[in-house]
């Protein structure tokens, strides 16, 4: 039985479009794709497009691969990190602008009217604590609490520390917990 051939010699059966070398390319390192495609997504249907994606583009830039800069697998690896990035940041949802969110008001359905004032009464105390919070703590928890972000994934997008985005969203729980306790005893 002959010896397995080199990831370097698929790669290069890739780049010239040998049959052979293209599905033994595929079959080596199909695991490992979508393995990390759906571990970094979350979804089989987006890890399959992704790791297709990503076969695709090992052949179109087979001969640009130069073997100085990591192993096969790490090249193959890391452009299918990428497309996973480019489709979780895709996928999320656009940002609302903080004033937006505080102008939407749900409708009451309670049948009392003491209920819809109350409810009126603590709507408008939120968003007078809301908007007299200083901006980056507003924007914090409001990425927190509407859009589900972890306070890691705040830091990233607002490009603070972990514990920075971690204090910010702290900061703005205890003003509202120190507004409400204050509202509860005005009503």
């Known amino acids: 039985m002959p010896p397995a051939p080199s990831d370097e010699s698929l790669l290069a059966g ?17 695991r490992r794709v979508y393995g990390l495609a759906l571990g970094l997504v979350g979804d089989q249907g987006a890890a399959e497009d992704i790791a297709q994606e990503a076969f695709v583009r090992a052949w179109r830039y087979a001969q ?3 073997t100085r800069r990591g192993s096969v ?13 480019d489709d979780l940041r895709t996928r999320r ?7 937006r969110i505080l102008a939407l008001q749900p409708q009451p359905t309670g049948p009392s009217i003491d209920d819809t004032v109350i409810t009126s009464r ?3 105390a939120l968003g007078n ?3 007299c919070m200083p901006d980056e703590q507003r924007r914090a928890l409001l990425l927190a609490a509407f859009y589900g972000y972890t306070a890691k994934e705040i830091s990233e997008t607002e490009g603070v520390p972990l514990g920075t985005a971690k204090t910010r969203i702290r ?5 509202l917990r120190a507004d409400r306790s204050g509202a509860a005893g005005a009503l």
């Open 73 to 85: 697998t790490t090249w193959l690896l890391a452009i299918t990190r990428n497309l996973a990035i």
């Open 64 to 66: 640009a691969y130069d």
């Open 93 to 99: 949802p656009q940002l609302a602008d903080p004033e």
């Open 14 to 30: 890739l780049a010239v479009g040998d049959a052979a070398a293209c599905t033994a390319f595929v079959r080596r390192f199909q």
């Open 122 to 124: 603590t709507i408008a």
């Open 171 to 175: 900061m703005a729980m205890l003003k």
């Open 129 to 131: 604590t809301l908007r």
